[in-house]
Antibody, heavy 118, light 106 residues
Framework: QVQVVQSGAEVKKPGASVKVSCKAS????????LHWVRQAPGQGLEWMGW????????EFAQKFLGRVTMTRDTSISTVYMELTRLRSDDTAVYFC???????????WGQGTLVTVSS | DIQMTQSPSSLSASVGDRVTITCRAS??????LNWYQQKPGKAPKLLIY???SLQSGVPSRFSGSGSGADFTLTISSLQPEDFAIYYC????????FGGGTKVEIK
């Protein structure tokens, strides 16, 4: 069965970086884009970007340009999202989600809480 | 960027009620519109894709309609497990989500 499993919660200081992993299983890893979406406490969903696990090509939302990197390791079916120069308003749950071209985001990770606090 | 506007932002309803949530895009997005349900502490769950197609395993009381810029999610008979927040999402261009609609118990 398809599973998307993320790394655990992180606590970071302002100005630091965080790297969240997302391991996929149960399907052809290189066949589906993986997207990152975040949700601040009590707020809605915010799309951050995607990575094509086959080519490594990425696209990011304008507001994260210059601060976010997405990479993949096909040998372990894992993608990574790194966010740098963290601020308090980056405190959020970060989700990765598989994008099925015709269907939408059909499988989601459990979410990773990133807390930015001095 | 395409902006997605949902209404209402919240509603109160009783078990058995028919519930309708609307989503409007800032430009035409054809039928590239998906609906998700999110419960507290959980990841969103895909309900409807392509504006009107029911995702596998989702109860038939959920339905979606619309095309172009105006879309609707309908729950025909609200069940206790349906109290949640609902989001629309466009995938016509770089994805974006609506602000959400919280469905609460009356």
């Amino acid at each position: 069965q398809v599973q998307v499993v993320q790394s655990g919660a992180e606590v970071k200081k302002p100005g630091a970086s965080v790297k969240v992993s997302c391991k996929a299983s149960g399907y052809a890893f290189t066949g589906y884009y993986l997207h990152w979406v975040r949700q601040a406490p009590g707020q809605g969903l915010e799309w951050m970007g995607w990575i094509n696990p086959n080519s490594g090509v990425t696209e990011f939302a304008q507001k994260f340009l210059g601060r976010v990197t997405m990479t993949r390791d096909t040998s372990i079916s894992t993608v990574y999202m790194e966010l740098t120069r963290l601020r308090s308003d980056d405190t959020a749950v970060y989700f990765c989600a598989r994008a099925n071209l015709l269907v939408g985001f059909d499988y989601w990770g459990q979410g990773t809480l990133v807390t930015v606090s001095s | 960027d395409i902006q997605m506007t949902q209404s209402p932002s919240s509603l109160s309803a009783s078990v058995g009620d028919r519930v309708t949530i609307t989503c409007r895009a800032s430009q035409s997005i054809s039928s590239y519109l998906n609906w998700y349900q999110q419960k507290p502490g959980k990841a969103p769950k895909l309900l409807i894709y392509g504006a009107s197609s029911l995702q596998s395993g989702v109860p038939s009381r959920f339905s979606g309609s619309g095309s172009g810029a105006d879309f609707t999610l309908t729950i025909s008979s609200l069940q206790p497990e349906d109290f949640a927040i609902y989001y629309c999402q466009q995938t016509y261009s770089t994805p974006s989500f609506g602000g959400g609609t919280k469905v609460e118990i009356k």
